[in-house]
């Protein structure tokens, strides 16, 4: 039964055309929550729109953007402001790339910064007064196990990912007394459209030895249960995820560093 509009809260993702992205919309949908969705392939996430609108009986309102660009986050910005409250952001939008880092377009490698750290720096900024006067609200960061497994042919975006964690621990401790939960996950191999800017389908690979590969919903449902435990930041879903995460605590930095170019070619 659709909320009223006085009972009705929002919840704001990005990235929210497939994967990750689509699931958590599905999910704060299923929870009663109207929506904020941000993409790019309008067709795509306009279809993924009215089914939620027709399954969960909640509004889903689509917002097409490239956060990369200021202008146009600045406006997005203005229009979130403008609409009301925001009770949930989810930061999840943004993209890869393979190879040698000096080989890189450089300009590709400054938009993926901007997507993934400027972006959500600058939503987090404009929802949490809000969420900090209410008392109320959640703000969840997707980064990636690769925050805390730097690599070679990866170098932006895990060193990109590692800011997103350190960003989320930093603002929970600063926001934790006050109703507002900040959550950082940390998925590893999952089957979503993340590849498509490195010509690697990651919904048709298969599971390798220690490499099993997980649903985005599976990611999600993990998340949202971490999400109601008291000053749980990290959430890292899989149980091989969680035992990677452990053992890169305890391992001496010139250990890692021998295994790495090993480990990055046999990375999709």
Known sequence: MMNTPTERKRALITGATSGIGEA???????????????GRRRDVIEHVAQQIEQEYQVKAEVVII?????????????????????????????FTSKGLYHLHNITNEVNMVRVHAIAMMRLTHAVLPGMLERRSGAIINVASIQAVTPMSLSTTY???KAFMKNFSICIHSEVKDYGVKV??????????????????DMNTMGDKGMVNWMLPEEVVR???????????????????????????????DRIWLALIPGISKKMP
Not at 67 to 94: C, M, Q, R, T, Y
Not at 232 to 247: D, E, H, Q, R
């Open 24 to 38: 958590y919309a599905r999910a704060w949908a299923e929870k009663g929550y109207d929506l904020i969705l941000t």
């Open 66 to 94: 490239e956060l990369s660009d200021e202008k146009e986050l600045d406006l997005f910005i203005e229009k979130v402001k403008d609409e009301g409250p925001i009770h949930v952001l989810v930061n999840n939008a943004g």
């Open 183 to 200: 959550q950082c996950v940390l998925p590893g191999f999952t089957r979503s459209d993340l590849g498509r800017t490195i010509g690697v």
């Open 158 to 160: 895990c060193s990109v």
């Open 222 to 252: 993990v998340s949202l249960r971490d999400l109601k435990k008291k000053n749980k930041v990290i959430s890292i879903p899989g149980a091989g995820n969680k035992m990677l995460y452990t053992l890169i605590k305890m391992l001496p």
